[in-house]
């Protein structure tokens, strides 16, 4: 039962432009949302989270959004690094503890 | 401050011995999680400890798998009897209160 669904497999954007990564999900117990990045053959690094009482977070170049109506979130990174190429999962929990991952996005950016 | 310690990074088990995988949270964090990434899928839950207690362990299988947290010590998650169907990569994470969880480097499990 996939309650965090990313339905884009893989992205591919050039550098200095946009990417926009995006989420579903179906629990509306979900409370608290974050985004992890993830290179081959490493843990998975925290990058920005938010809550359900917001609709907006920023960090820097990284700028997460939720829409609780549509159960929608997205993560928005401008400009875009080469260094930002990886695999990008989207997390939520209801409990405060058990992240449910969706099965990520591999983003590529190119020169 | 050092990160999320995990060892061994790779493990290589024939089926039916024991697998015995290590972390080491962050120094100040006494909330540990351990999850399972099987090929091409997300990060599944399976265990919730805190300094000797088991939380919530809903997302370990009820047969063969067991963690622990000691008083002293990194937290172990034991495989018994390995099977084919155990080979994933298994990641722990800490955490300082039920907030950010912080992952370490995985390991990966292989059973021949």
């Known amino acids: 039962d996939q309650q965090v669904k990313q339905n884009s497999p893989s992205l591919s954007v050039q550098e200095g432009r946009i990417s926009i990564l995006n989420c579903d999900y179906t629990?509306?117990?979900?409370?608290?949302f974050l985004w992890y990045k993830k290179y081959p053959a490493e843990g998975p690094t925290f990058l920005i989270s938010?809550?359900?009482?917001?609709d907006k977070n920023e960090d820097g170049r990284f700028t997460v959004f939720l829409n609780k109506s549509a159960k929608h979130l997205s993560l928005h990174i401008v400009p875009s690094q080469p260094g930002d190429s990886a695999v990008y999962f989207c997390?939520?929990?209801?409990?405060?503890?058990?992240?449910?991952f969706g099965k990520g996005t591999s983003l590529l950016v190119t020169p | 401050n050092a990160g999320v310690m995990q060892n061994p990074r790779h493990l290589v088990r024939r089926r039916g011995q024991e697998a015995r995988l290590r972390c080491s949270p962050m120094?100040?964090?006494?909330?540990v999680y351990w999850y399972r990434q099987l090929p091409e899928e997300g990060l599944k839950f399976m265990v919730y400890?805190?300094?000797?207690?088991?939380?919530?362990e809903s997302g370990m299988p009820k047969e063969r798998f067991s963690a622990e947290f000691p008083k002293e010590g990194p937290s172990i998650l034991r495989i018994q009897q390995v099977v084919r169907g155990d080979s994933a990569a298994y990641f722990c994470?800490?955490?300082?209160?039920?907030?950010?969880?912080?992952f370490g480097p995985g390991t990966r499990l292989l059973v021949l």
């Open positions: 994470a800490s955490s300082p209160d039920v907030t950010t969880q912080y």
């Open positions: 997390a939520a929990s209801e409990s405060g503890y058990a992240l449910n």
């Open positions: 120094k100040g964090h006494s909330h």
């Open positions: 629990n509306s117990m979900f409370d608290y």
């Open positions: 400890l805190q300094k000797e207690n088991i939380i919530d």
């Open positions: 938010i809550s359900s009482i917001k």
